[in-house]
T-cell receptor, first 116, second 114 residues
Framework: AQTVTQSQPEMSVQEAETVTLSCTYD???????LFWYKQPPSRQMILVIR??????QNATENRFSVNFQKAAKSFSLKISDSQLGDAAMYFC?????????????FGTGTRLQVTL | KAGVTQTPRYLIKTRGQQVTLSCSPI?????VSWYQQTPGQGLQFLFE???????NKGNFPGRFSGRQFSNSRSEMNVSTLELGDSALYLC?????????????FGPGTRLTVL
């Protein structure tokens, strides 16, 4: 079974600064997808960024980028130029590419605070 | 395009009762997944439906069940409620079950069991 570990329960960053959230995972599969989801206090989960394991290039979405290290099974999220609206719970998630199951396996989350 | 809707948003029940939660996916989406979110266990996969068929099930007791209708709307049912069933229940929809397809989450139903 796959597992996802987020070792930072809470992080804090000043507005306009950069912060990196860590995620490691364990799997025996060679092909899979990794995701970062954001859950603001309103609770609606939003996809931030997605990475296909077969792609060596790290995904980037505006101020959000990932550092995907497949051999180390590491998938960190970097938020640049942090904004107050970035304050939320961030979940790292894994999805197998085998079959057609949509099951996401989530980490325990990192609560990000953004201060002035 | 309207997002995923879940009803009701809040629910209070007592132990031993049963409850039904509803999820309406984004128009055109045919796959619906359910997750339970608790402070202790985090986000856990309950089940996934596609074309009215359960395709995948998480590690939950038989008291948790679900179904999907021909219009892709889905319901989940929890019978004989226990205190530990208090949680936020999230529904997510996608076009198809394929792993590449983005899942869009609803706002959740907050269930409190007294």
């Amino acid at each position: 079974a796959q597992t996802v570990t987020q070792s930072q329960p809470e992080m804090s960053v000043q507005e306009a600064e950069t912060v990196t959230l860590s995620c490691t995972y364990d799997t025996s599969e060679s092909d899979y997808y990794l995701f970062w989801y954001k859950q603001p206090p309103s609770r609606q989960m939003i996809l931030v960024i997605r990475q296909e394991a077969y792609k060596q290039q790290n995904a980037t979405e505006n101020r959000f980028s990932v550092n995907f290290q497949k051999a180390a099974k590491s998938f960190s999220l970097k938020i640049s130029d942090s904004q107050l609206g970035d304050a939320a719970m961030y979940f790292c998630a894994y999805r197998s590419s085998s079959g057609t199951a949509s099951k996401l396996t989530f980490g325990t989350g990192t609560r990000l605070q953004v201060t002035l | 395009k309207a997002g995923v809707t879940q009803t009701p948003r809040y629910l209070i029940k007592t132990r031993g009762q049963q409850v039904t939660l509803s999820c309406s996916p984004i128009s055109g989406h045919r796959s619906v997944s359910w997750y339970q979110q608790t402070p202790g266990q985090g986000l856990q996969f309950l089940f996934e439906y596609f074309s009215e068929t359960q395709r995948n099930k998480g590690n939950f007791p038989g008291r948790f069940s679900g179904r999907q209708f021909s219009n892709s709307r889905s319901e989940m049912n929890v019978s004989t409620l226990e205190l530990g069933d208090s949680a936020l229940y999230l529904c997510a929809s996608s076009m198809d079950p394929g792993p590449y397809n983005e899942q869009f989450f609803g706002p959740g139903t907050r269930l409190t069991v007294l």
